[in-house]
């Protein structure tokens, strides 16, 4: 028996399960990704929308750096009504998030998907709200610079940042670092992912092939454009990259949803970020939670399960 959705419900979910959420489990979630930066946000993407705990109530495209993309932001929201496409999925969730990096930390970058943070946060749903970021962290700075009320309201889960104590170099934080300032000086709830530990995550292109590539529509192009994107000369060029294998690095966010207790992490004040992306552990801000490891088998069992799933009803239907 499907899961029915709670009254009232507006999003977007796959719930042909043979189980359902008990009362009291739900919670709500808002995606913020950077969807064609790289292939590794449409497995995050897909996974959430296959979620049954999830009330999925927005997808933000996020921009991804002008010197990849003058559109970045617009590409993200492309690709991410491409996978809702891809899984007969209603497009009404996809929202337009800042096309630009903060140009200091007390501006925002109005949007759509900052808007929609807000109006999340603030409404009277007694559940739950976290926000996930899959890219930078503008949309969230943004929102809380309009309307700092937010900070209560709402947990933010970040992938991105160098690994602790030190820091260092990471992509998703190099898009914004004023926006992690700002969200880092606030009181906002953060659990933290860097990048040692996202990089934990790690599979082969064959372990894809077998359990992804043949799982419907969604599964092919999942699989196909992670293969196209390690041919890209960026890729080509990277020492970390060998062909074989691939760090599916945001799926972590939904790991951590389906079962916080199973992860390591620790509590530590939010340091400040240095222009080269380094920590500077003042330990005048409140504690944020920062993992040390996540659980590779939870999360890629738990989708691939679900995509399969998901493939066998449509293909019943078909």
């Known amino acids: 028996m499907a899961a029915e959705p709670p009254k009232g419900r507006t999003s ?3 719930t042909k399960y043979a189980y359902t959420i008990p009362e009291g489990k739900s919670i709500r979630v808002i995606t913020d990704t950077d969807a064609k930066n790289e292939a590794d946000d449409q497995y995050a993407i897909a996974h959430a929308l296959l979620t049954p705990r999830f009330d999925n ?3 933000i495209a996020a921009h991804f750096g002008a010197e990849k993309s003058p559109t970045s932001m617009e590409d993200s929201y492309r690709e991410i009504e491409k996978v809702l496409g891809l899984m007969r999925m209603d497009k009404g969730l996809t929202l337009q998030g800042a096309p630009r990096a903060l140009p200091d930390d007390r501006t925002p970058v109005p949007s759509p998907g900052a808007q929609r ?3 999340e946060a603030l409404s009277d749903d007694p559940r739950p709200l976290y926000v996930t970021f899959l890219g930078p962290l503008t949309d969230l700075a943004s929102a809380f610079l309009m309307e700092p009320r937010i900070e ?8 991105g940042g160098g690994g602790y104590p030190h820091g260092g170099r990471e992509y998703n934080l190099s898009n914004d670092i004023r926006a992690a ?5 606030s009181r906002i709830p953060v659990w933290q992912v860097p990048l040692n530990v996202y990089r934990m995550v790690m599979v082969s292109l064959a372990e894809l092939e077998v359990r992804v590539r043949p799982q419907g529509d969604i599964g092919r192009y999942l699989f196909e454009q992670l293969v196209a994107c390690g041919h890209t000369e960026h890729s080509r060029r990277s020492p970390y990259r060998t062909g074989e294998c691939w760090c599916l690095g945001d799926s972590p966010v939904v790991g951590l949803l389906l079962y916080e207790h199973d992860f390591d992490y620790d509590w ?3 340091p400040e970020i240095t222009s080269d992306m380094y920590y500077v552990h003042t330990g005048r801000s ?4 920062v993992y040390r490891a996540v659980d590779p088998r939870l ?3 738990d989708f691939y399960a679900k995509l399969a799933l998901c493939a066998g009803k449509q293909a019943q239907n078909t």
């Open 12 to 14: 977007v979910i796959y």
């Open 57 to 59: 109530r927005a997808i």
């Open 117 to 119: 943070i807000i109006s």
């Open 152 to 159: 209560s309201r709402l947990t933010a889960i970040w992938i």
């Open 181 to 185: 300032n700002v969200v880092f000086r």
């Open 268 to 270: 530590t004040p939010a």
């Open 286 to 289: 409140r504690p944020i939670r």
């Open 299 to 301: 999360i890629l069992e």
